[in-house]
């Protein structure tokens, strides 16, 4: 297992891969590592010579202090979970200073107006701080490939568009949402709902996919209405919103167009944890 701290003993490891022209495969994460980080591994692993895993809780992208300090942190663990899918994964576990050096503030980002739908208007600034630690961890690591899980699918596009404006070499692969048996999408916060949650958390796939199956027949508005609907009468759950929108744009809508592609959003409240989930429509 390899794990560094910092970006000199880690260019030390990754120098041997690129004089050989062996491709990189980064997967960041901001550690508490599931069986979702897992399955974003095992894609790198099979594309690339060697994979990275950073391991990173990101000051500049928490807008609430007490969620910051809240976020669970397990180094040991984490390295446990990936060493039990293979030991040739590096692992890249920097220190805040290591990253930003005594300026942990965030670089200013234009997303072309992805910033301001969704995630982006409920969280200020919080794409501005995921775009900063991204790029920097690209313009340290230098992957050949960068793998995002699609249950935070603004911010795969918020990242693919950041690499088109930068002009970074690196590829960004979206790697499909990885679910519990029981539907649930994988999530670092599902370690802070009871069994009782876990259990009732279920229901937001179960949405989602009756609101999938509407989708053929119904347009976006009903299928919105619909959704609403059902969290009104679920005690639960505190909805926070859904919505369908272009894939592209992320702009909500009120009608289907031809050639286009849609997701449904949501996030929803159960037991004091916002939980997320999407799903492709069409
Ligand atoms: O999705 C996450 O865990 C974080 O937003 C990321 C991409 C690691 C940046 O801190």
Redo the contacts with the bound molecule.
């Keep these: 297992m390899f794990i560094y701290t910092t970006k000199t003993s880690l260019e030390r490891h990754l120098k041997a891969f690129r004089d050989q022209n062996k491709t990189i495969g980064l997967v960041?994460?901001?550690g508490a590592i599931h069986d979702g980080h897992l399955s974003l591994l095992e894609k790198s692993l099979l594309d690339n010579d060697c994979t990275v895993v950073?391991i990173?809780v990101?000051p500049t992208?928490f807008n609430n202090a007490e969620d910051l300090e809240k976020y669970p942190r397990n180094l040991e663990r984490d390295v446990k979970t990936i060493e039990s899918l293979s030991d040739q994964i590096v692992i890249f576990a920097p220190s805040v200073t290591e990253i930003y050096q005594n300026n942990t503030v965030s670089e200013s980002f234009s997303y072309d107006g992805l910033e301001f739908e969704m995630e982006g208007a409920q969280r200020p600034g919080h794409f501005d701080g995921?775009g900063t630690?991204?790029k920097k961890l690209f313009e340290i690591i230098r992957p050949n490939q960068a793998y995002?899980?699609e249950k935070?699918f603004q911010?795969l596009q918020i990242?693919k568009k950041m690499v088109e404006k930068t002009g970074l070499n690196v590829k960004v692969v979206g790697v499909s949402i990885h679910r519990e048996l029981s539907g649930l999408a994988m999530s670092s916060r599902n370690e802070r709902l009871s069994a009782q949650g876990l259990e009732q958390a279920t229901y937001l796939y179960q949405v989602l996919l009756e609101a999938k199956k509407r989708f053929d027949s119904e347009n976006p508005v009903k299928v919105q209405q619909f959704v609403e609907s059902e969290f009104k009468n679920n005690p639960n759950f505190d909805l926070e919103y859904f919505t369908i929108a272009d894939e592209a744009t992320l702009k909500s809508v009120t009608e289907k167009e031809a050639g286009h592609k849609y997701r449904g959003f949501l996030v929803a409240h159960l037991e004091g944890v916002r939980l997320i989930d999407n799903i492709s429509l069409n």
């Design positions: 960041p994460t901001m950073s990173f990101n992208q995921v630690v991204v995002f899980g935070d911010q990242v």
